[in-house]
């Protein structure tokens, strides 16, 4: 079956800009979930989606940072504006339910760079 | 070892031995704990995983050992393989009511398989 796909790879900006991340999960997935990885660091849960409404944006820094998932598929996250310390890897996951105990699946990520 | 708030950054090891990442756990309340596997410019790799109410779990090459009286985990690779070289994370998973199951990584392990 085809991954978590995600774009683009790679993003530079500069502070103060706007940027946007989309994610595509694995068909059929109900679960999609952002993930914020700073170098050397474990993955950071942002936010979850479970179909297309929030389970859990506790940790979304919502004055910066939005998401959305408006038909249940597909997914994007936005910074505005971004700032020095958004320097990251933005990775995306889903899972086929929330509640059983199932593995998340991770896409490659995209490499976030300010200036 | 590497715990979810501790990290033991690397671990070396000779290509054919086996070998075995540590990792503590904090929250008795955690049922279920995944490792990934992450090399360098990709997500994270689903491993194995692992339910509270088991002590032990094999895959391929891979086996999960779980101790819930001193909360901790540990990941053995058999035959250790150059391409076996990546960083290792290990995440819980604690349950909760309803649909937000919030997976918490540690900061990961490198693995380094040397010639």
């Known amino acids: 079956e085809a991954g978590v796909a995600q774009s683009p790879r790679y993003k530079i900006i500069e502070k103060r800009q706007s940027v946007a991340f989309w994610c595509n999960p694995i068909?059929?997935?109900?679960?999609l979930y952002w993930y914020q990885q700073i170098l050397g660091q474990g993955p950071k849960l942002l936010i979850q989606?479970?179909?297309?409404?929030?389970?859990?944006d506790s940790q979304l820094p919502k004055d910066r940072f939005s998401a959305e998932r408006l038909k249940g598929v597909d997914s994007t996250l936005k910074i505005q504006p971004a700032k020095l310390e958004d320097s990251a890897v933005y990775l995306c996951?889903?899972?086929?339910?929330?509640?059983?105990?199932?593995?998340?699946?991770f896409g490659d990520g995209t490499r976030l760079s300010i200036l | 070892g590497e715990s979810v708030g501790l990290h033991l950054p690397t671990l070396s090891v000779q290509e054919g031995d086996n070998s075995i990442i540590n990792c503590a756990y904090s929250n008795s309340a955690s049922d279920y704990f995944i490792w990934y596997k992450q090399e360098s410019g990709k997500g994270p790799q689903f491993i194995i995983d692992?339910?509270?109410?088991?002590d032990k779990r094999q895959g391929q090459r891979v086996t999960v050992l779980l101790n819930k009286t001193v909360k901790h985990l540990s990941l053995q690779i058999a035959a250790t393989q150059p391409g076996d070289s990546a960083v290792y994370f290990c995440?819980?998973?604690?349950?909760?009511?309803?649909?937000?199951?919030?997976?918490?990584f540690g900061s990961g392990t490198q693995l380094t398989v040397l010639p």
């Open positions: 068909s059929g997935h109900a679960t």
């Open positions: 692992i339910r509270s109410n088991m």
């Open positions: 996951a889903s899972s086929l339910v929330p509640v059983a105990r199932q593995p998340q699946h």
């Open positions: 989606f479970q179909n297309n409404g929030v389970v859990d």
């Open positions: 995440a819980e998973n604690i349950g909760s009511s309803g649909s937000a199951r919030q997976l918490t």
